[in-house]
């Protein structure tokens, strides 16, 4: 079984930055990508970035050129670096592993508040 520990979610104020962090640990034998996903209070779930194990990424257009995702593959770990922080990204922030056969597996989520 895999499982996923969140970490760097908090409250801070409009064009602040924030870095979350989440690390894979388990029966992982192989990964072919990680992602975040966010969810508001009354909206659905939506892809956030993403990264695959050979470097590609995807951004929701939304936060592309504030956000970065990057990853350490040796340490099974995603990161979010995300900068000019607006209140529309107040979220749960939930981490995303996928493994062969299409199998994923997710974290606890990390709350990201946005507010002056």
């Known amino acids: 079984q895999v499982q996923l520990v969140e970490s760097g979610g908090g409250l801070v104020q409009p064009g602040g930055s924030l870095r979350l962090s989440c690390a894979a640990s388990?029966?992982?034998?192989?990964?072919?990508?990680m992602g975040w996903y966010r969810q508001a209070p009354g909206k659905q779930r939506e892809l956030v970035a993403a990264i695959t194990s050979g470097g590609s990424t995807n951004y929701a257009d939304s936060v592309k050129g504030r956000f970065t995702i990057s990853r350490d593959n040796a340490k099974n770990t995603v990161y979010l670096q995300m900068n000019s922080l607006k209140p529309e990204d107040t979220a749960v922030y939930y981490c995303?592993?996928?493994?062969?056969?299409?199998?994923?597996?997710w974290g606890q989520g990390t709350q990201v508040t946005v507010s002056s």
């Open positions: 388990g029966s992982i034998f192989s990964i072919n990508a």
């Open positions: 995303q592993v996928v493994v062969p056969l299409e199998l994923d597996y």
